[in-house]
């Protein structure tokens, strides 16, 4: 059975945040690109996948989150990037996926949904808010 987990960021991921997501993961892991490059998939040693991650999808419309999710999450402002991140059953694989997830939310603001609740970013201003400022 899979763990799902869903970032709700605050800003759109740059190739920068998808990296550090990728790196904080494992960098260890294998990274590969399938379905037409629209899911990412963390691998371990043996080439099978850990974890799916999903492109992000702009939500623009106030209430979307919680009917997609069916269920409350609090506020959400939108707009909002839905990152979905899909672990497999395998050992590690889960805190692979909440690893990603929490670098996401961490660098962009944000919420986590998981089927055990939702969290908020560690850090309440994004790690980027402040680049191209000198």
């Known amino acids: 059975m899979t763990y ?3 970032a709700l960021v605050d800003g759109r991921p740059s190739s920068d945040d998808v990296l550090a997501g990728l790196s904080a993961a494992g960098e260890e892991l294998g990274v590969r690109a399938v379905s037409g490059g629209a899911v990412v998939q963390l691998c371990g040693e ?3 996948p850990l974890v799916s991650i999903e492109l992000p999808l702009l939500i623009q ?7 997609m999710l069916g269920t409350t999450v609090g506020v959400v402002d939108t707009p909002a990037w839905w990152v979905e991140i899909r672990a497999t059953a395998r050992d ?3 805190e692979v996926a909440e690893q990603y997830a929490t670098t996401l939310i961490n660098r962009l603001g944000g919420k986590v949904w998981t089927s055990d609740g939702v969290r908020t970013a560690q850090h309440e201003t994004p790690q980027n808010a402040s680049e ?3």
Do not use: H, I, K, Y
């Open 92 to 94: 590690g694989a889960r």
């Open 132 to 134: 191209g400022t000198d």
């Open 46 to 48: 043996d080439n099978l």
């Open 61 to 67: 419309v106030p209430g979307e989150v919680e009917r």
């Open 4 to 6: 799902d987990l869903v």
